[in-house]
């Protein structure tokens, strides 16, 4: 099982503002995985990085894979109240059962 | 698309009875299914990995004689909870795989357990 370690555990901000969330291990990934859950609900897909340095944009959100794929960091511009939930991260690739790092619960604020 | 199904959505049940959670994959065959807890504001906690036709694997410190797992066909996992007592009450999410390199996972509605 790969450990992760996400960062900050909890976040509270105004909407408008931008905020990074952190997705850290010391092991190396294949791919890794970002998802966000609303209460009550399962977690979605958001995106999957797989190259070391990659950057993928999902509107307002930024996804960039570290190079030494060890980490991701998850960056939202101008956020708004409807990217309130649970970040979480995990190990893609067939090899890796889904164990979740223990997440970002972010709330935005109108 | 791909599409996961829980039922019951929500379930309460007196301490000490059992109660089964369902888990559909609807329209594509998972060799494997994953069962989580989760408890509120917090990650989901895997329980255990369910492989169709043998026996689940369990987390460790997961009681497997509590948490009953069965995958008897590709597109169905059964969670049971025996003997529940009040701390079982949990939102429980199963997830499921077709497997294969890509390992796209898709993830149920959840179920929520009251036991009282």
Known sequence: TQLLEQSPQFLSIQEGENLTVYCNS???????????QEPGEGPVLLVTVVTGGEVKKLKRLTFQFGDARKDSSLHITAAQPGDTGLYLCAPGGSNYKL???????????? | GAVVSQHPSRVICKSGTSVKIECRSLDFQATTMFWYRQFPKQSLMLMATSNEGSKA???????????LINHASLTLSTLTVTSAHPEDSSFYIC????????????FGEGSWLTVV
């Open chain 1, 26 to 36: 010391s092991s190396v990934f294949s791919s890794l995985q970002w998802y966000r």
């Open chain 1, 99 to 110: 164990t979740f790092g223990k997440g970002t619960l972010l709330t935005v604020n109108p």
């Open chain 2, 57 to 67: 694997t369990y987390e460790q410190g997961v009681e497997k004689d509590k948490f």
């Open chain 2, 95 to 106: 997830s499921a795989t077709t497997g294969g390199s890509g390992n796209t996972i898709y």
